[in-house]
C-alpha cells in the first residue's frame, strides 16, 4: 500500500516491500527516508515526493554515517535529489530506478551523490531525467553497469581518487565522464 511521510531511521533495520507496489510517500515535504545508522537495508520500495528545497538536500533517500548498508531494487520518482550517501562505507546501492521533479535541467537534484563515502559499490542502477550522478571526495568505490540518459553530467568526479568504473552506459546527457582534480581512477568498457 501506500504509506505517507516521512521516516527517520537512527537504528539497524531492513524495510523490504514484500510485493511490488509498496510506496512510500514524503507527500513534498523535506527529504522522504533519513537513514543515520549502519547496517540498514530498503528493498523493493518505490519513495516519491520530496521536497523541493536545494539549500537542504530535499531527497527520497539520505544516508548518512553509516557502513554495511544496502539500498536496491526500489524505484525513486518525484525527487528533488535521489540517492544521497555521505560518509558511508561498504555498502552497496544497486538495481534502482532513479528520477528527478519534473522542473528544468539545472533545476534538478543529483540522481545519485556521494560525499566522502568510501569502498562502495554502485551497481545496475538506472538514472532518468536526473541532474548528474557526481562522487565528491570518495575514494575506491566501484561504478559498475549503470545507466544514465537525459541527465546533465553522467559521471562527475571531484577530488576523488581509486575509483573503479566499469562497463556503465550513458546517452543523451550534456557530458559523459568527467574526472575533476581526480587521480588513480580506473574506466574500462564504458559507452
Given at each position: 500500500g501506500v504509506y505517507k511521510g516521512s521516516i527517520v531511521i537512527k537504528k539497524p533495520i531492513s524495510i523490504i516491500g514484500k510485493e511490488?507496489?509498496?510506496i512510500i510517500d514524503g507527500e513534498g515535504t523535506g527529504t522522504v527516508i533519513e537513514i543515520d545508522s549502519a547496517y540498514?537495508?530498503?528493498k523493493n520500495l518505490t519513495i516519491t515526493g520530496s521536497g523541493d528545497r536545494h539549500d537542504k538536500l530535499d531527497a527520497a533517500v539520505k544516508?548518512?554515517?553509516s557502513k554495511q548498508s544496502?539500498?536496491?531494487d526500489c524505484i525513486i520518482k518525484d525527487s528533488l535529489f535521489g540517492i544521497d550517501v555521505?560518509?558511508?562505507n561498504n555498502s552497496i546501492i544497486s538495481n534502482n530506478y532513479i528520477t528527478s521533479k519534473d522542473v528544468d535541467?539545472?533545476?534538478r537534484g543529483d540522481g545519485l551523490r556521494l560525499w566522502y563515502s568510501n569502498e562502495?559499490?554502485?551497481?545496475?542502477?538506472k538514472l532518468v531525467k536526473s541532474r548528474d550522478m557526481v562522487v565528491w571526495y570518495s575514494h575506491g568505490n566501484v561504478i559498475s553497469e549503470n545507466f544514465g540518459e537525459h541527465n546533465r553530467y553522467s559521471l562527475h568526479f571531484m577530488y576523488a581518487g581509486k575509483n573503479y568504473v566499469t562497463n556503465n552506459t550513458y546517452?543523451?546527457?550534456s557530458v559523459g565522464i568527467f574526472f575533476m582534480y581526480s587521480k588513480d581512477t580506473i574506466a574500462i568498457g564504458n559507452t
Amino acid at each position: 500500500g501506500v504509506y505517507k511521510g516521512s521516516i527517520v531511521i537512527k537504528k539497524p533495520i531492513s524495510i523490504i516491500g514484500k510485493e511490488d507496489g509498496v510506496i512510500i510517500d514524503g507527500e513534498g515535504t523535506g527529504t522522504v527516508i533519513e537513514i543515520d545508522s549502519a547496517y540498514v537495508t530498503l528493498k523493493n520500495l518505490t519513495i516519491t515526493g520530496s521536497g523541493d528545497r536545494h539549500d537542504k538536500l530535499d531527497a527520497a533517500v539520505k544516508l548518512s554515517n553509516s557502513k554495511q548498508s544496502e539500498i536496491s531494487d526500489c524505484i525513486i520518482k518525484d525527487s528533488l535529489f535521489g540517492i544521497d550517501v555521505s560518509m558511508t562505507n561498504n555498502s552497496i546501492i544497486s538495481n534502482n530506478y532513479i528520477t528527478s521533479k519534473d522542473v528544468d535541467l539545472g533545476l534538478r537534484g543529483d540522481g545519485l551523490r556521494l560525499w566522502y563515502s568510501n569502498e562502495n559499490i554502485i551497481k545496475k542502477n538506472k538514472l532518468v531525467k536526473s541532474r548528474d550522478m557526481v562522487v565528491w571526495y570518495s575514494h575506491g568505490n566501484v561504478i559498475s553497469e549503470n545507466f544514465g540518459e537525459h541527465n546533465r553530467y553522467s559521471l562527475h568526479f571531484m577530488y576523488a581518487g581509486k575509483n573503479y568504473v566499469t562497463n556503465n552506459t550513458y546517452q543523451f546527457n550534456s557530458v559523459g565522464i568527467f574526472f575533476m582534480y581526480s587521480k588513480d581512477t580506473i574506466a574500462i568498457g564504458n559507452t
